[in-house]
């Protein structure tokens, strides 16, 4: 991942980041929508009760959205959007699609991170973008 999506940094402006990921036969075992939900951050309840005990610091969390996506060809996901307040004290939004086609050998990823305040100023902009992700997936 690269690191501009990892570090605690407010930035002013959103940031977008998409993926492609091949898994293994035993990753595929184990692609779910709810380890699609945990794919960038700890939104399941039992994850971020996972990371708490783990001694990860997240806090401030809200799930805004939650919908799973179907499409053709056996091609399923989820998208959500959250909150997460970083320890510099700033509400961060994420706006995460993640897709699975239909044996779940290929993973699709679209994650766009922003202030809260950003995301609320750009929400309209930030759904087109999220909503326009489009997968055609022929397996």
Do not use: W
């Not at 309840?45 to 919908?67: K, M, N, P, V």
């Not at 060809?73 to 700033?90: A, C, D, K, S």
């Amino acid at each position: 991942m690269p690191e501009h999506m990892t570090r605690v940094v407010t930035s002013p402006e959103p940031v977008l980041y998409v993926t492609v990921r091949h898994q293994t036969p035993g990753q595929q075992d184990t692609v779910s929508f709810d380890t699609m939900r945990d794919y960038f951050l700890p939104v399941t309840a039992e994850s971020r009760a996972q990371a708490e005990q783990a001694g990860i610091s997240l806090t401030g969390f809200e799930l805004l959205y939650d919908q799973v996506l179907t499409g053709e060809n056996g091609l399923h996901g989820v998208r959500i959007v959250y909150n997460y307040q970083f320890p510099t004290g700033v509400m961060h939004t994420f706006d995460q699609t993640a897709y699975a086609n239909q044996d779940s050998s290929v993973l699709y990823f679209l994650l766009i991170r922003c202030t809260a305040s950003c995301y609320r100023e750009r929400a309209v902009e930030l759904d087109n973008i999220a909503s326009s992700f489009t997968v055609r997936s022929k397996a």
